[in-house]
Structures are given as C-alpha cells and as structure tokens.
C-alpha cells in the first residue's frame, strides 16, 4: 500500500516556510508524516514543491519517494496528478491512502483502522466525531480517476461527492485527529499538544 503524502504547501499563512520543513517537536512535518506511514507498514510517496525536493531527499527515510511537483502553485490537484502519473509508472496495482503533510494527528493507530476495514471496490475515509476527512484509502483505479477529475486547488473532493455512496466512513476520533496546521494560532495548539 502507497501513502501519498501532500507536501507541497508554501506555508504563507503559517509564516515559517515551506509546510513540509516546518519544524514540529524534534522532526519536521515530513519527518513525521513519513515515519507514521512507514511505521503503519506503508510506502511513502511526498509530493513536494520543486524547491524543497531535493532537502527532502536528504531528510526522509531512503524509502520514500520524493517527487517534486513543477507546477505546484497552481493548487493540490498538481500533486495529486503528479502522484498519479509516479504510482502508474511505478506502483499500478497499489492501494492508495491519501492525506497532508498539516495533519500531525494522523497516527499509526488512525492509518491502520483504515487499512483494516477497507474492502476491494470501496473508498474508505476516517471521519472524526462524524466528520469526513482525511486519510481517504483508494483502489488504485479510483485514485487515478479522482486525479483525473482534480482542478485548481481541489483535490479528491469531486471524485468523493461523485462517488459518496461508495464511501465507507470509520470513526477515529478516538485515535488521532485530522486538524491541520496552517496558522500561528494552529502551530501554538500543536506545539502543545506534543510537549504535554
């Protein structure tokens, strides 16, 4: 199974650089991302900014992927395609988890509720507290259409709406957290939440 981790946020709002490099506890969030799907018995595939790839390289673990995304700034549907077109070429019959480098209460724990319950022919998606969000596990032909289908800076979320009765949710709210982190605010509660 591939983790497609989504690493390619500049961080504007955020204020420290580059998402993937922002430094959390004793890693950076790629650091962290990788290590939790690498420990979940995952192999991970970082989508990153041209600029930051090569950094990255160095930093993760040999076996992830780094593969840098041109045309990033135009919105996570570059990513996504960028993913796509790596996992036909490298991992075509590969189960695909898909979630953001910002989403430090992804765990272990969370990644392998998912892979348990998912079933060949369906989408499988953590919600929290009943909230869809992320990871979301594909088939590999339903990720390749839903980064067909990904424009701007949307990314699965039409292929999920198109596809909703197809959708399985399972609650994990009680292991981990999808919050992000795109703001000082968020980096504060974060920053918190792993020194306590």
Known sequence: MIAVILAAGAGRRLGKGPKALVQLGHSTLAERATATAIQAGLTPLVLAAPQVADTLRTLL?????????????????????????????????EPVMLWLVDQPGITVDVIKRISAAHQAGTITRASYEGV?????????GDFQQAAESATGNVGAKEFLRMHRHRVTLIECGDIGSAADLDTAEDYRRWAEAFEA
């Open 61 to 93: 673990a040999p076996d992830a992927d780094v593969q840098a995304v041109p045309d990033h700034a135009s919105g996570i549907s570059a990513s996504i395609k960028q993913a796509a077109r790596r996992l036909h070429q490298a991992h075509p019959h």
């Open 132 to 140: 869809p969000a992320h990871p979301v596990l594909f088939d590999p």
